[in-house]
């Protein structure tokens, strides 16, 4: 990311740019999260894009403490029924549960980043949101039972949590369309057509609709919910989102879900120390902890290698595209911890599946998150790399050894440990070779356009 303080210009400005009005220093709220409390109410006019040294605030971290409590129990769910021998319940229970947490957090860190004002009235309102996802997170053991039991699919405890959630966003909106006279329409085009879905959630969600056409619906609702921007605003540039800000939202979010890995590196050693107080540290329960601290230790480093800010500075148009194609990527981070939790539960006798199929539960979200954090670098870029094919080819094929070494009898703490080596394939050749393809790539859409 860059240093803080430093202003780079979009070379395709949008046509608000010109409009943005820049609080003043004495303005109380400014900076939010600086050390100037705001007392009272500030106007909601549009951040500055190119504010120097944007970051998180205290408030948007707190809010992701309650986003990361929806992704612990997605992912704990997920291994449950995993662990019991339901694989295809559990992938369509989980990626019901990530599409919904991811959508939700999206929609709050977007409008924070273009229109947060950190006074109270919003503080207040981001209260509001937290509560709603509390109330969704509460709803998600329901959601998982039902999809595992058959019958009906229990969604109402989750699109009470989303009201909740959505009327806090509608107030923000509406605050944003009135102070913000240049936001205007793009304030009231999201209250409607957040509404309308939203309507249509508390339809499916309550009704006693037929279990298949509940997930038809959710998945032709959940791309309406990803169209929703593009038919509220049109184009990604729409509102003044700051790029190094987002990038550092969605690093920090990253890094939360990580933290699965290490919850699920947990539950998968704990039961496997010996002695009589369970002090006495075993092999598996060594290596079972090495192979999670590093698997984890990897994927952060993967991520955290491609410098997103810079080339959302640069490429503002692909908004959509850095922001929707992390859902994938935080369910990858969140699966794989999933995984491990799911090795634990086998080496301690309480799992129905085999060998291999534990090793696929980890490499499988692992792989997806590798092939994701690849595409959102070759797309947003504009630019593929042979070394890269090399790199990710590499990949695969640690995590398909991994995966052979399971069927052909080999002990599962060793095949964790090749499963672990999967994200260094990338670290290694980033260090040795790719860094420099890379600044290439970077150099070339900084350039002028003629």
């Known amino acids: 990311m860059a240093r803080p303080g430093r202003r780079a210009a979009a070379p395709d400005a949008p046509a608000w740019s010109g409009m943005i009005v820049r609080m003043s220093e004495s303005e109380p709220g400014h900076h939010p999260g600086t050390g100037?409390?705001?007392?009272?109410?500030?106007?909601?006019?549009?951040?500055?894009?190119?504010?120097?040294?944007?970051?998180?605030?205290?408030?948007?971290?707190?809010?992701?403490?309650?986003?990361?409590?929806?992704?612990?129990?997605?992912?704990?769910?997920?291994?449950?029924?995993?662990?019991?021998?339901?694989?295809?319940?559990?992938?369509?229970?989980?990626?019901?549960?990530?599409?919904?947490?991811?959508?939700?957090?999206?929609?709050?860190?977007?409008?924070?980043?273009?229109?947060?004002?950190?006074?109270?009235?919003y503080r207040v309102l981001t209260m509001l949101q937290m509560i709603g996802v509390v109330v969704f997170a509460l709803g998600l053991p329901a959601m998982f039972h039902s999809v595992e039991e058959g019958g009906r699919l229990e969604l109402r405890a989750m699109v009470a949590g989303y009201v909740v959630m959505r009327v806090a966003m509608v107030l923000q909106w509406r605050r944003a369309a009135r102070e913000s006279p240049p936001f205007h329409d793009v304030g009231m085009a999201n209250i409607r057509w957040t509404v309308i879905i939203q309507g249509a959630w508390i339809a499916v969600g309550f009704a006693d609709v037929p279990r298949t056409a509940t997930f038809v619906v959710?998945?032709?609702?959940?791309?309406?919910?990803?169209?929703?921007?593009?038919?509220?605003?049109?184009?990604?540039?729409?509102?003044?989102?700051?790029?190094?800000?987002?990038?550092?939202?969605?690093?920090?979010?990253?890094?939360?879900?990580l933290g699965e890995g290490v919850v699920g590196t947990v539950a998968?050693?704990?039961?496997?120390?010996?002695?009589?107080?369970?002090?006495?540290?075993?092999?598996?329960?060594?290596?079972?902890?090495?192979?999670?601290?590093?698997?984890?230790?990897?994927?952060?480093?993967?991520?955290?290698?491609?410098?997103?800010?810079?080339?959302?500075?640069?490429?503002?148009?692909?908004?959509?595209?850095?922001?929707?194609?992390?859902?994938p990527v935080f369910a990858g981070i969140a699966g794989a911890g999933a995984g491990l939790h799911v090795a634990g539960l086998y080496l301690e006798g309480h799992a129905e599946l085999g060998e291999t199929a534990v090793v696929l539960a980890l490499a499988v979200p692992v792989g997806l998150f590798l092939l994701m954090v690849y595409l959102l670098h070759t797309l947003l870029l504009s630019s593929g790399d042979r070394f890269h094919l090399l790199l990710i080819s590499g990949t695969l094929a640690?995590?398909?050894?991994?995966?052979?070494?399971?069927?052909?009898?080999?002990?599962?703490?060793?095949?964790?440990?090749?499963?672990?080596?999967?994200?260094?394939?990338?670290?290694?050749?980033?260090?040795?070779?790719?860094?420099?393809?890379?600044?290439?790539?970077?150099?070339?859409?900084?350039?002028?356009?003629?």
């Open 36 to 121: 100037r409390v705001a007392h009272r109410r500030v106007p909601m006019r549009g951040r500055d894009p190119e504010e120097p040294g944007r970051v998180s605030t205290p408030l948007e971290l707190l809010l992701d403490l309650t986003f990361v409590v929806a992704v612990g129990s997605a992912a704990s769910h997920f291994a449950e029924m995993l662990a019991a021998g339901h694989p295809g319940q559990a992938v369509a229970a989980f990626g019901l549960a990530m599409i919904a947490i991811s959508i939700a957090w999206i929609s709050f860190s977007w409008f924070a980043s273009a229109f947060g004002t950190d006074d109270w009235l």
């Open 398 to 450: 640690v995590l398909v050894l991994a995966a052979l070494l399971a069927a052909a009898g080999v002990a599962l703490a060793v095949c964790l440990l090749v499963v672990m080596l999967a994200p260094f394939v990338t670290v290694v050749g980033y260090e040795t070779i790719g860094h420099r393809h890379q600044q290439r790539m970077l150099d070339a859409i900084a350039a002028p356009q003629n």
């Open 268 to 327: 998968s050693s704990g039961g496997l120390l010996g002695g009589v107080n369970g002090t006495e540290w075993t092999g598996t329960a060594v290596a079972v902890v090495v192979a999670g601290v590093g698997l984890t230790f990897g994927m952060w480093w993967v991520y955290f290698i491609t410098p997103f800010g810079d080339i959302l500075v640069h490429r503002r148009s692909l908004g959509y595209l850095f922001g929707y194609g992390h859902i």
């Open 218 to 257: 959710f998945v032709f609702l959940s791309a309406m919910e990803l169209m929703l921007p593009v038919l509220a605003q049109g184009n990604a540039a729409a509102t003044p989102w700051h790029p190094h800000h987002v990038a550092e939202r969605y690093g920090l979010f990253a890094i939360i879900t």
